[in-house]
């Protein structure tokens, strides 16, 4: 089969589409060429906001229009929420967020017989990890591995622990040795994901944590740096911190899901902190790894919210000067709980506070990146973009610079100059 996968959503997401990828090339299917009519079209979904569901349900539609005759398979969080709708804009396999390897057998069997195929369980009963092949994320420098997946956290506007289901996690042994294959292979960085990686490993025996997991791969892939997907505050402790220090190759990069600034928010968000504790944590964060990229996801426009809680949020991400932020205003999501709240905020008054927000999200950037003139920081290499060669440091900053073949090579280059959004520096000699 010639097939195409189009994915919405998280780096889980992408992983698993990766993963579908790995699975459809090892059984002699081929990925179509632009332009080229497929056999089979997979959509794999995304419900994280009702927004994300409009655009699955977009995604099906119009590949179905430009592959009239293809077998079409959804698979993801939008399709575990709502398998009907799926059906109903015609999909022929229909899984959820689960069971990846099965919907490809599905798929063959829908190409060879026409026969359909809905298979979307309960996530709250899933037990075990759906271990899948590990690969690419971009290109052949940086691999993503899925660590953990669910979570049940039950923050009161996410669907996410409905779709995503029970905590379950990769094994530590597990983990190490894909980190190793990923390494054999050429990677030089790995972006450890999940869905809710903080809570890793609290379902397997011995109950290992995320600084076990992570101190394996960086001890069975030495050459591997390692980058952490989104991480909630919880799992920030001065043990944490300190292991993660002595691995030796974690990335100073570290994106918080902090939601808001305000405490009254946080509450009605059903968030496990406050903005003193989240706070206390940015600062061990920058203890331990000084001059890192502390960047964040945050929401704008939650019901209740008041002017004061607006300016209470402002001020804290003022406050600790992140590296880049990530503002959404709030979307309703229905079969949540913060959807049935009272006090729900206006369109223009929600894009007026995004607008706030990203204002000081683009100063507290702007003194970031200034901030790294003269210091010397590591670059993966990625790209060639004109005369020069260009990468992400482990902060998190993309820098360019002159030079031979760079191309998935780490190299430490002193910065000189800010221009925009990327830093232009020398080599340093080793
Ligand atoms: S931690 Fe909260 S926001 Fe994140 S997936 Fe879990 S419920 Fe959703």
Same mark, same amino acid.
Request: proline residues 4%; hydrophobic residues 35%.
């Given at each position: 089969?010639? #097939? ?6 998280? /780096? ?11 699975i ?18 997979i ?8 927004? +994300? ?14 592959? %009239? ?39 063959? /069997? ?7 195929? !809905? *298979? ?10 759906e ?25 009161? #506007?996410c ?6 289901? !029970?905590?379950?996690?990769? %094994? ?7 980190? =190793?294959?990923?390494e /054999? ?61 002595? +691995? ?32 206390? /944590? ?5 203890k ?26 402002? *001020? ?19 079969g949540?709980?913060?959807d ?16 706030e =927000?990203?204002a ?10 200034? +901030? ?5 920081? %590591? ?20 820098? !360019? ?21 990327i ?8």
């Open positions: 089969m010639k #097939y195409i996968i189009y994915t919405l959503g998280c /780096k889980v997401n992408q992983y698993e589409t990766q993963a579908m990828e790995t459809l090339n090892s059984r002699g299917h081929e990925a179509c060429t632009e332009g080229e009519i497929a056999d089979l079209v959509v794999n979904t995304c419900a994280v906001t009702a927004e +994300a569901g409009r655009k699955s349900r977009q995604a099906i539609n119009r590949l179905k229009e430009e592959n %009239p005759d293809a077998i079409v398979a959804v698979s993801g969080c939008y399709s575990q929420l709502s398998p009907d709708t799926a059906q109903k804009l015609g999909a022929h396999v229909v899984f959820g967020s689960g069971d990846h390897d099965k919907l490809v057998a599905a798929a063959e /069997k829908a190409f060879e017989t026409g026969e359909v195929t !809905r *298979e979307i369980d309960n996530p709250l009963q899933r037990r075990v990890f271990e899948l092949p590990a690969g690419a994320a971009e290109g052949r420098t940086r691999a993503l591995l899925k660590i953990q997946d669910g979570c049940v956290n039950f923050c009161t #506007y669907i996410i622990p409905y779709t995503r289901g !029970r905590l379950r996690s990769l %094994p530590v042994k597990a983990a190490a040795e894909k980190a =190793a294959e990923l /054999k292979e050429g990677f030089k960085e790995l972006v450890l994901t999940g869905i809710e990686i903080a809570s890793y490993g609290v379902d397997l025996p011995g109950k290992p944590d995320l600084a076990d997991v992570i101190c394996e791969i960086a001890k069975a892939a030495p050459k591997l740096r390692l980058r952490l997907g989104s991480i909630e505050p919880s799992v920030i402790t001065e043990d944490f911190c300190r292991r993660l220090a002595a +691995a030796g190759t974690v990335c100073r990069h570290f994106h918080l899901s902090l939601q808001s600034g305000c405490d009254t928010t946080l509450k009605n968000m059903n968030r496990k902190y406050d903005t003193a504790t989240f706070f206390e /944590k940015t600062e061990l964060l920058r331990y790894f000084p001059n890192c990229g502390l960047t964040c996801d945050t929401i704008v426009g939650f019901p209740g919210e008041t002017e004061q809680h607006q300016q209470e949020t402002l *001020e804290f991400l003022k406050k600790v000067g992140f590296a880049d932020v990530h503002i959404f205003p709030y979307s309703r999501r229905p949540t709980p913060a049935k709240m009272p006090n729900q905020i206006d369109r223009a008054t929600k894009a007026k506070r995004s607008k =927000a990203r000081v999200g683009a100063e507290t950037r702007k003194a970031f990146l200034q +901030a790294q003139l003269g210091k010397t920081l %590591p670059v993966l290499f990625e790209t060639k973009e004109g005369e020069f060669w260009q990468g992400h440091s482990d902060n998190y900053v993309l820098v !360019r610079c002159k030079g031979e073949d760079l191309r998935g090579v780490v190299k430490n280059i002193k910065i000189g100059l800010v221009s925009g959004e830093l232009v520096g020398t080599p340093i000699d080793e």
